[in-house]
């Protein structure tokens, strides 16, 4: 992403009134402030300026506030009029996106990976999601102590980490299921991201990472290129996350969230349906962590399309 560019033809096609200066650069209107030939954009590597206002950046941020990013390689299957779109899905008020890469996080202090563990055994965990993922606790961060933790990976980095408590909380603790990483933007992330590769068309979106597991365990997602799952951390997706699946090249999305995210459903499943070719699938009263493989293969025999979903079965499920 931080190569990205458009060619000179463009370039000079989003510039209010642009002339060649200097060093090799166009001169133009400020597209923040509007001020008159204050605008310096480099045409070799599309990094500019603004001598009145002080904005700067990349083409990429360049692109995001005029409502453009299709015109570049990774955002072209961004039709202009679904850009717009993306306002409306939440995303922490961040408006401008000048790079799809995820800050690197370091893992806490004294993690250790295992390969076996008895409460990830209950709940369904295969050596081979322990060969897959780097799962492991630290004896050295008081907070999280008795909690297993996942590391989050993107490109080969730690990006962030989930955990949870594998002992009995007793009533009245304070004591939390979750102890997640700080200081970490998860709506930016999506479990299992990293699997997704240029052979992937189809992806399965769940909400939380047990719900990721058993899917892939039933299907047998783990020997299959062209459909992979990935994990959202709640009931929302961000704008990051829908322009991360189509910089992957993802062009179908079913979304399954849990029996308790029916208004969650609703909303998301019209909006993804905008940039991808969408399917809903539903499950009556258990997660699909909590489910058995019939009961998955059932959810994904009767998947509907997001009108199919609205009309028909949201009242069956309230």
């Not at 489910?291 to 994904?300: A, G, L, R, T």
């Not at 998947?303 to 079965?313: A, D, G, H, I, R």
Request: hydrophobic fraction near 35%.
């Amino acid at each position: 992403m931080k190569n990205s560019k458009i060619d000179d033809i463009e370039l000079k096609s989003i510039l209010e009134k642009p002339i060649i200066g200097p060093h090799n650069h166009y001169i133009a209107s400020c597209p923040y402030c509007f001020k008159d030939r204050h605008f310096y954009i480099n045409r070799s590597s599309q990094q500019w300026d603004c001598k009145k206002c002080g904005e700067e950046g990349n083409i990429i941020k360049l692109l995001s506030h005029l409502g453009q990013l299709f015109k570049i390689g990774e955002f072209k299957s961004v039709e202009r009029g679904r850009v717009t779109l993306l306002s409306e899905l939440e995303n922490e008020n961040e408006n401008e996106i000048t790079s799809l890469e995820v800050e690197k996080f370091k893992p806490p202090i004294g993690f250790k990976r295992v390969n076996s563990d008895k409460y990830l055994k209950k709940r369904k965990m295969t050596k081979g999601n322990f060969d897959k993922f780097k799962i492991g606790y630290t004896n050295l961060v008081p907070s999280l102590k008795n909690y297993v933790i996942f590391l989050i990976e993107e490109d080969g980095e730690c990006k962030g980490y989930l955990s949870r408590y594998t002992k009995s909380i007793p009533k009245g603790s304070k004591k939390l299921r979750y102890n997640n990483a700080r200081n970490v933007n998860f709506s930016h992330l999506l479990f299992g991201y990293e699997e997704i590769t240029n052979q992937t068309k189809t992806v399965i979106i769940v909400e939380g990472l047990f719900d990721k597991i058993s899917v892939d365990n039933y299907l047998g997602l783990d020997s299959d290129e062209e459909i992979k799952c990935v994990a959202t951390f709640g009931k929302k997706i961000s704008k990051f996350q829908v322009l991360k699946l189509q910089s992957k090249g993802v062009e179908n999305v079913v979304l399954i969230y849990d029996y308790d995210a029916i208004k969650e459903m609703k909303k998301y499943s019209i909006l993804l349906n905008e940039f991808f070719n969408v399917k809903v699938g539903f499950t009556f009263n258990k997660d699909i962590n909590d489910s058995d493989k019939k009961e998955v293969f059932e959810i994904f025999d009767r998947l509907k399309t997001p009108m199919e979903f609205n009309k028909k079965v949201v009242k069956l499920l309230k």
